[in-house]
T-cell receptor, first 112, second 113 residues
Framework: GEDVEQSLFLSVREGDSSVINCTYTDSSSTYLYWYKQEPGAGLQLLTYIFSNMDMKQDQRLTVLLNKKDKHLSLRIADTQTGDSAIYFCAESLNNAGNMLTFGGGTRLMVKP | KAGVTQTPRYLIKTRGQQVTLSCSPISGHRSVSWYQQTPGQGLQFLFEYFSETQRNKGNFPGRFSGRQFSNSRSEMNVSTLELGDSALYLC????????????FGPGTRLTVL
């Protein structure tokens, strides 16, 4: 079955880098996603990575994928107070990416 | 381009009632997925529709159903509401292609009393 796990909480200082980690169990996952949720809002897609990639960089965001260990991480460089939110990793249950299994979310708190 | 819209944004019902939630996808998107978000269970996949057909279904009881119209708008229905159905119901739309990105709406907050 599918199971995605994340640590519950991360606190960093403004300007530091944040690293949010995620482990998943379904080795057949072809796409892995990172979403951001701010209070009272829906989910905002941040980035996604195809399973044959090791790394993907998009401006301040860097995604690392270790397929052997089924470990995914999201690094946010120069973290700002506006980055405070809950971050979810998700694995796709199909190639289309429209059936997602989500982790429990990591609450990122950025202190000024 | 307008985003995914969901109506209503907030809803209060009592046990035993039924409820219908609506989702309008981004223009051109033909796939609509529904998710339930609760503090205890987190985000869980409900079902996915494409071209008016339910193609995928999560592990939810038959009280949860949905449909999609020819304009890709989708509705989900929950009958015989239970207290545990209180949740944020999120709709997401996407194109139908490999690795496509799902865009989520703001959600409908359902409270069952």
């Amino acid at each position: 079955g599918e199971d995605v796990e994340q640590s519950l909480f991360l606190s960093v200082r403004e300007g530091d880098s944040s690293v949010i980690n995620c482990t998943y169990t379904d080795s057949s996952s072809t796409y892995l996603y990172w979403y951001k949720q701010e209070p009272g809002a829906g989910l905002q897609l941040l980035t996604y990575i195809f399973s044959n990639m090791d790394m993907k960089q998009d401006q301040r965001l860097t995604v690392l994928l270790n397929k052997k260990d089924k470990h995914l991480s999201l690094r946010i460089a120069d973290t700002q107070t506006g980055d405070s939110a809950i971050y979810f990793c998700a694995e796709s249950l199909n190639n289309a990416g429209n059936m997602l299994t989500f982790g429990g979310g990591t609450r990122l708190m950025v202190k000024p | 381009k307008a985003g995914v819209t969901q109506t209503p944004r907030y809803l209060i019902k009592t046990r035993g009632q039924q409820v219908t939630l609506s989702c309008s996808p981004i223009s051109g998107h033909r796939s609509v997925s529904w998710y339930q978000q609760t503090p205890g269970q987190g985000l869980q996949f409900l079902f996915e529709y494409f071209s008016e057909t339910q193609r995928n279904k999560g592990n939810f009881p038959g009280r949860f159903s949905g449909r999609q119209f020819s304009n890709s708008r989708s509705e989900m229905n929950v009958s015989t509401l239970e207290l545990g159905d209180s949740a944020l119901y999120l709709c997401a739309s996407s194109f139908w292609r490999e690795g496509n990105e799902q865009f989520f709406g703001p959600g409908t907050r359902l409270t069952v009393l």
